[in-house]
């Protein structure tokens, strides 16, 4: 009988720990829809972007010229944000707030004065696959790869790997408006200087690009060997190994064949 006391004891100091150890989220159901952003905001962001979006040594401003509901929207639905500590470095990972916290987040942002574009809307069926190829090799290859894999920059940043099917249209579109990163080159910026530039192409062009990266994300190959599509160092790699093997096998053979002139 003890014994099942003590445990159920356990069970129940387990449920506890459970519960009070889960981080305190006011619940958003109580809370009005038009208190939720302003309330969230002030818990999450506030501390680094300042109660009114102004910045603060922690945290760019968020009342540029390029903040705004696509800025916002990409950097929250792609899990950079709410960066955990000022010494993270904002990536993408599994998105920390719900779609209807960033819906209610975004909304309240848009309130500062950013006067960036908002969330766009992008329709890849509708693009061409040649012209988005076209324009993806003219204005995304040389920082993310021809083949979408990515790679290390000169900044010392790397540009991610655009195959990621986690990277949906719309925030392909986002990151060609504004361009992510973070240009202010100050202590605000964290990590970010070197960033994506911002482009300003037509929303056909933008259609067609997305689709061609839509492409590259379902396996699209053109041209050429993939080996596995892992990008031109590892192929070349592959090439060494190849290479070098054929040349140790020739020395073998011709080695072998002096050997038995002897
Ligand atoms: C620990 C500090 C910190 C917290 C908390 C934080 N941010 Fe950030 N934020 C940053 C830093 C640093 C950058 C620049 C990083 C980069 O772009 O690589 C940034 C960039 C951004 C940007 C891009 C704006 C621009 O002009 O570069 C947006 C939008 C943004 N944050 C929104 C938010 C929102 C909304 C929240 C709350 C849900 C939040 N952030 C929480 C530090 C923080
Ligand atoms: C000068 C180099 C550069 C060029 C050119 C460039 N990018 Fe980027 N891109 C980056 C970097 C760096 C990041 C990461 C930014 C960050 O995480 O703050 C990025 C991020 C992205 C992301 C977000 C990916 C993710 O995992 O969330 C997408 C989508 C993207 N780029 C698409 C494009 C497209 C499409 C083009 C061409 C129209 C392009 N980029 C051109 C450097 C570049």
Redesign the pocket.
Known sequence: MRKWLLLLGILLAGCSYGTTSAPHRPPSDVMGPETRGPVLYARDCAWCHGSNGEGTARGPNLNGDLDGGAYTHFMLS?G?MPLSSPTAR???RTAVLTPTQIDAVIEHVKTFGGTGPDIPKVEPTTGHLGTGSE??LS??A???SATGTGGA?TSR??????T?P??TPV??AE??LVG???RNNDSTCGF?S????N?D?SETEVNS?TAY?SYLQHGGDHGGFAIGRIGPVAEGAVGWIIGLGSILLIGRWVGTRMGDNE
């Open positions: 792609t950079r904002a990536q993408r324009l993806y204005n995304c040389a920082c993310h920059l940043r790397a540009a991610p790997h655009l990621n986690d990277i925030q392909m990151a060609m992510p990163g973070c970010g070197g960033a994506m530039p482009f192409f690009i990266v």
